[in-house]
């Protein structure tokens, strides 16, 4: 899905253009991703009044009702192009148009009154943005000295940190050097230190790395990743082979010697490196 850092990319380029504008109304192409909440069968045109982010929300606000978008795993925008096969929903304003596009057909639209907000799944139940400033380290101690489950598994919970996805979990891991399945209860506090301070370093350098790099808001910005996607690639670090490991149904990308499992025998990558000639 886009990210917490692709969000804070994409959030100004459509918040400048949208303020102040009426929305003349909206087309469903895939009625699979529209949810109306509201009970209003038609649309009235509605001036946006903001333009905002609460998690992986992105939400127009406008004068009487919401439209919360949750992108998911394929979802982006895209201004006035030729309308695609995966296009699901199209904002048309005065002179110019806000194509919602999901090849998965998984994103959601939401319209809703303010009061039906805690209605949408998962949107009420955000934890801490982990941008603002409440994001702090006696916060997150607080919260991982609770969890039991996996680091991985805890970087993802979105009611906990608000909001870290598959690519992000694997690139903050990789610079704390904690192997993904370690739990969160095994860490040290040095540990713990590390994985608070990397969220901020992988966040922050991520998203001045895709505000540099001025992708388009259909395009997904990876390249500066240094583990995610990259099996049986060399790490940036040592050398030594990406490996793919299965956290709970989802795939994690690390570094077997930048992030070993500290003797608890997931699997003996050095090992299978030594048979298969090193990297």
Known sequence: MPELPDLEYILPRLREPLVGKQLEKIEIFEPVVYRNLTGLQDWNP??????????????????QTHLVIHPMLAGRFAFNGKKKAATAIRFAFSDFYLDFIDDKKMGKVYRARKEQLDQIPGYKKQGVDLLSKEFTEE????????????????LMDQSILSAIGNAYADEILFEAMIHPKTRMNQLTEEQILGLYRAIGIVLRESIRTIEEQKPELDQKYREHVKVRNRKDQPCPRCGSRIRRANVLGYDSFFCPTCQPDGGRGFVDWSSLEKRDGGS
Do not use: H, I, M, W
């Open 139 to 154: 916060y997150f101690r607080k919260q991982a000295a609770k969890y039991r489950k996996q680091a991985r598994v805890f």
């Open 46 to 63: 509605e001036l946006v009044t903001s333009v905002f982010r609460r998690g992986p929300f992105l939400v127009l606000e406008l004068e």
